[in-house]
């Protein structure tokens, strides 16, 4: 999987940027079919807003795409409620599509068996 780490109105360190890819590289391990993630990180100037940094993620899988978004007042923070709520979002998309053919299987096994054609008896 890549990891792209951008900073918008921010300078990403290399302290963050491996926090962020060491933090996002856990949802792998929940559903390891994605492509690239990339993660941008922002910062708002105006003084009245409490949290002023805020980190999104976008996370491409086949045909699917993940968008979750934090902020907070140091990027730390940020990554980390990113991170939860891209894991939730992550935990669903995994639960949908692997137990839609467990449901379709059981489904299957309740109905009777296909016995062909009725067969006529010939009496002489």
């Known amino acids: 999987m890549r990891i792209t780490?951008?900073?918008?109105?921010?300078?990403?360190?290399?302290e963050i940027r491996e926090?962020?890819?060491?933090?996002?590289?856990k949802v792998r391990r929940l559903f390891d079919r994605f492509i690239d993630m990339e993660v941008v990180?922002?910062?708002?100037?105006?003084?009245?807003?409490?949290?002023p940094?805020?980190?999104?993620?976008v996370l491409h899988a086949k045909g699917k795409y993940l968008r979750a978004s934090?902020?907070?007042?140091?990027?730390?923070?940020?990554?980390?409620?990113?991170?939860a709520k891209l894991t939730r979002q992550v935990r669903k998309l995994k639960t949908r599509l692997v137990s839609k053919p467990r449901l379709d299987a059981a489904a299957h096994q309740d109905q009777p068996a296909?016995?062909?054609p009725p067969v006529e008896d010939e009496q002489p």
């Open 5 to 14: 780490v951008k900073g918008k109105n921010l300078d990403v360190t290399e």
């Open 19 to 25: 926090e962020a890819i060491a933090k996002l590289s």
């Open 41 to 51: 990180f922002s910062e708002e100037t105006n003084p009245r807003i409490v949290d």
């Open 53 to 57: 940094v805020h980190c999104e993620v």
């Open 70 to 83: 934090g902020s907070g007042p140091d990027p730390m923070t940020a990554i980390d409620r990113a991170e």
């Open 114 to 116: 296909y016995a062909g």
